[in-house]
Structure formats: structure tokens, C-alpha cells
């Protein structure tokens, strides 16, 4: 079957680095993405990575590795606004989004 | 109308009774989504459509349907409505040509439903 697996829940502080990692196991890969969620809030796009490697914008990347299938988002300078679940998802061979149940991130000052 | 908007914001249902969770877009996107979220699980498709008059089944579309008569609407019916329907609903389009799922996709702000 097709699985996208986060930690359910972290804590980090702010102004720290966080990683929030995601392994996927899926017929065949065209991508991966990451949402941000707000509680009570909808989605909203962070990355899209379809190469290996690292895509960094702002305080944000997100790495990939195809070969491992694993990614990671990688918050940086973390701010209390940061907190909110944070949404893995892979397009497989068949074009259809699988999502990961998302991991909350926690801010403590 | 600014992205996407959604209607209601909530509902609470009666189990049998029909309901329509109605979703538009400003933004002339093909394709559009329904999801659903529960707690603990992903965003769970239940119907897409890749462009006006089309639309297919996604994961859990058991006891929904959709229609695409133009670019910007994309309703969901649950026909007859039963208590494991209760969830939060969110729409999502994107500028896709495709047929899916490699295109950022925006989200409506979602219907909360209950069903009793």
C-alpha cells in the first residue's frame, strides 16, 4: 500500500532550528510537497521539490532524496506564528496526491 | 471573491437529510478538489474534476457526488447524509494541466460538518 509517515507532534523553541521529517513509500514518485495548516485554517503551499537535494526560500527548505524516499522541511529562526501542522504529501505514478496525516509543530518562547 | 470561498462555514445535519457544500473560484483554474480531514488521518480525496464537465472518483467517494458545469463552481452533494460524514470539507484548485497533482493547489478555508 501506498504510506507517509511524520512524527505526529514536536516541540522546539523559538528562534531555534527545527527539521520535520517525511518517508514515503509509494507506486512510483512525480513529486513532493509541503503544506503549512494553521489550526481552524486551510492549507497553504510551501515547497514542491521533484529533484534531489535542497530548495531554500527564506527560512524555509525542504530537502529530498529520491533514493531514500525521505524529505524534510527545515524551519529556521523559528517564530511563534510557525506554530501550526506542517503536511507532506507525494504524487505518485498515477498522479494522485497521497497525504501524510501532518506533524504539529509547537513554538514554546 | 477573492481564491476560493466555501458555504456554509458549518453545518450541523440530521442523518438522511441531503446537503450541498457549495465552493467557488476566482482564479479560472481547471482542475479542482473535495477533500475531507479528520483528526489523525490526511487530507482524504473525495471527488476531483480536471477541467468544466469532467469529474472522477477520488479515494472516499462513497456517498458524495459532484458536478463541474463551469470553471467556477464545483458543489458536493451527500445525498443522504450519515454520521461518519462528519468531518471538515475543503475544496482546492489549481492551474493544472496534467490532471493532478503537480501544481500547488489552494485551498478554501472548509466547511465544518456534523452530521447527527
Known amino acids: 500500500g501506498q504510506n507517509i509517515d511524520q512524527p505526529t507532534e514536536m516541540t522546539a523553541t523559538e528562534g531555534a532550528i527545527v527539521q520535520i521529517n517525511c518517508t514515503y513509500q509509494?507506486?512510483?514518485?512525480?513529486?513532493l510537497f509541503w503544506y503549512q495548516q494553521h489550526a481552524g485554517e486551510a492549507p497553504t503551499f510551501l515547497s514542491y521539490?521533484?529533484l534531489d537535494g535542497l530548495e531554500e526560500k527564506g527560512r524555509f527548505s525542504s530537502f529530498l532524496s529520491r533514493s531514500k524516499g525521505y524529505s524534510y522541511l527545515l524551519l529556521k529562526e523559528l517564530q511563534m506564528k510557525d506554530s501550526a501542522s506542517y503536511l507532506c504529501?507525494?504524487?505518485?505514478?498515477?498522479?494522485?496526491?497521497?497525504w501524510g496525516a501532518g506533524t504539529k509543530l509547537i513554538i514554546k518562547p | 471573491i477573492a481564491g476560493i470561498t466555501q458555504a456554509p462555514t458549518s453545518q450541523i445535519l440530521a442523518a438522511g437529510r441531503r446537503m450541498t457544500l457549495r465552493c467557488t473560484q476566482d482564479?479560472?483554474?481547471?482542475?479542482m478538489y473535495w477533500y475531507r480531514q479528520d483528526l489523525g488521518l490526511g487530507l482524504r480525496l473525495i471527488h476531483y474534476?480536471?477541467?468544466?464537465?469532467?469529474?472522477g472518483k477520488g479515494e472516499v467517494p462513497d456517498g458524495y457526488s459532484v458536478s463541474r458545469a463551469n470553471t467556477d463552481d464545483f458543489p458536493l452533494t451527500l445525498a443522504s447524509a450519515v454520521p461518519s460524514q462528519t468531518s471538515v470539507y475543503f475544496c482546492?484548485?489549481?492551474?493544472?494541466?496534467?490532471?493532478?497533482?503537480?501544481?500547488?493547489?489552494?485551498f478554501g478555508p472548509g466547511t465544518r460538518l456534523t452530521v447527527l
Open positions: 474534476s480536471n477541467t468544466a464537465g469532467t469529474t
Open positions: 482546492a484548485s489549481s492551474d493544472s494541466t496534467s490532471g493532478g497533482a503537480i501544481d500547488e493547489q489552494f
Open positions: 509509494t507506486s512510483g514518485f512525480n513529486g
Open positions: 521539490n521533484v
Open positions: 504529501a507525494v504524487t505518485d505514478s498515477n498522479y494522485q496526491l497521497i
Open positions: 482564479m479560472r483554474h481547471n482542475a
